[in-house]
């Protein structure tokens, strides 16, 4: 195998390559473009070849009128956000190191950030999708071309495949309006007190896009980020608003007497012109950490309290994405051995598998990913997922062991 970088410049030349080593070899191929979500997933089985879609970055189609897109994969977020914003339009989905992260890396690992719970994910977004199977074939699904395998939604199933099943080429995206403005309103709470605000949140009058609860210790992380000082040692509740001015304003006011109920500790609109650093760094709390590990839990969000309160009782820093029941977490340095950061996921992921949710460990040690069970106990769809990937990628040259094969077959067992 090659150590050099397969780094097509157009979709046929990508295609070509697939197929060629589909009728020779069978090389294990890793998809990248950013690699900023390359440490996602299972150790890879063998030494691969990467092929890198950086070079497929073109616009395809802008119908602005239309609030739609198509470009290919490889273009970089920051450069597919500037072309949208000419036109006064963007795509709602925060992605961490923005710079680097491609269109189709994103999509690949369903990247997004705190923002989801108003937006949406990529699966809201994704209304075409072009790609190359195993064996070198292009297909398509959604957009103007409609042609499915075997029946699936195949513009769902590349989202958060991690390049396990194809090679995404091009993405048609769906847009939104470029908002005039973006506030916060950040609520220092009192202990016990989470659940009662967010279920009120849940009815509140206004309509926020962030609705976050970070515990103290994230909170610290994310404070050296900004100049703005935030209370210590207290779980703040995070509240993200965009719209026009007036409009915002008026939810401020509105959510800060629903807050009023609650006796907040202390109740904080920053200016408008610290919300850009502070947004960027809720964003980036996923990646931004050097602690031993991170994970990613998704719960119920009745059950969000209760973990947070578990993952402050291990020193764990915790960003909750509350209204969706998704939690971001690092372990911290007291757990850098191996033995005690399996002794803090065994116990995070036992509340979470015990409450009808799972944990994936977003990022280690690589000789950890074994023993610590990257993906936890396997959904109830595993087969059918099974099934896909044996019609796209028969092979298994696509990212083995990344999603597929030893790795989660060794987390069944935990």
């Given at each position: 195998m090659s150590d050099s970088e397969w780094t097509p410049t157009t979709v046929a030349e990508l295609s070509r390559l697939i197929g060629e080593n589909a009728r020779a070899d069978r090389c294990p191929i890793v998809p990248v473009g950013g690699r900023t979500a390359l440490g996602i997933g299972g150790r890879i089985v063998t030494e691969p070849q990467y092929l890198s879609t950086i070079e497929l970055n073109q616009v395809l189609d802008y119908p602005a009128r239309d609030m739609t897109v198509t470009v290919e994969s490889g273009i970089r977020m920051d450069r597919l956000q500037e072309v949208l914003r000419e036109q006064n339009q963007t795509l709602p989905i925060e992605t961490a190191h923005s710079s680097r992260a491609t269109l189709g890396g994103a999509v690949a690992s369903n990247a997004c950030g705190p923002s989801r719970f108003g937006n949406g994910t990529f699966r809201d977004y994704v209304i075409g999708i072009s790609a190359v199977d195993g064996r070198g074939r292009l297909f398509s699904a959604g957009g103007r071309v409609v042609k499915n395998v075997a029946g699936y939604d195949l513009g769902k199933l590349l989202v958060g495949s991690l390049g396990t099943l194809a090679v995404i080429t091009s993405v048609t995206l769906k847009l939104r309006p470029l908002p005039e403005q973006k506030r916060f309103v950040i609520a220092a709470v009192s202990p016990g007190t989470i659940e009662p605000v967010l279920a009120q949140l849940n009815k509140s009058a206004t309509r926020p896009v962030v609705l976050d609860v970070l515990n103290a210790k994230c909170a610290w992380q994310i404070q050296r980020e900004f100049p703005r000082e935030l209370p210590e040692g207290v779980s703040l509740v995070w509240l993200g608003y965009e719209g026009a001015e007036s409009e915002i304003n008026w939810q401020i006011e509105t959510v800060r007497?629903?807050?009023?109920?609650?006796?907040?500790?202390?109740?904080?609109?920053?200016?408008?012109?610290?919300?850009?650093?502070?947004?960027?760094?809720?964003?980036?709390f996923q990646t931004t950490s050097d602690d031993p590990a991170t994970f990613q839990a998704q719960l119920l969000p009745s059950r969000c309290e209760m973990f947070l309160d578990l993952c402050t009782k291990h020193n764990v820093a915790a960003q909750v994405h509350a209204g969706d029941g998704v939690v971001i977490g690092h372990l911290s340095d007291e757990h850098s051995s191996l033995d005690a950061a399996k002794n803090v996921v065994t116990a995070l992921r036992r509340f979470a598998e015990d409450s009808s949710g799972a944990l994936t460990i977003l990022s280690c040690d690589p000789d950890w990913k074994q023993e610590l069970s990257v993906f936890g106990r396997l959904p109830a769809s595993w087969k059918l997922m099974e099934e896909i990937k044996k019609k796209l990628d028969p092979d298994s040259v696509f990212s083995p062991g990344r999603l597929f094969d030893h790795e989660t077959n060794h987390a069944q067992k935990n």
């Open positions: 007497n629903e807050l009023n109920n609650f006796s907040p500790i202390e109740v904080i609109v920053p200016e408008e012109d610290e919300v850009e650093k502070m947004w960027t760094a809720l964003v980036e």
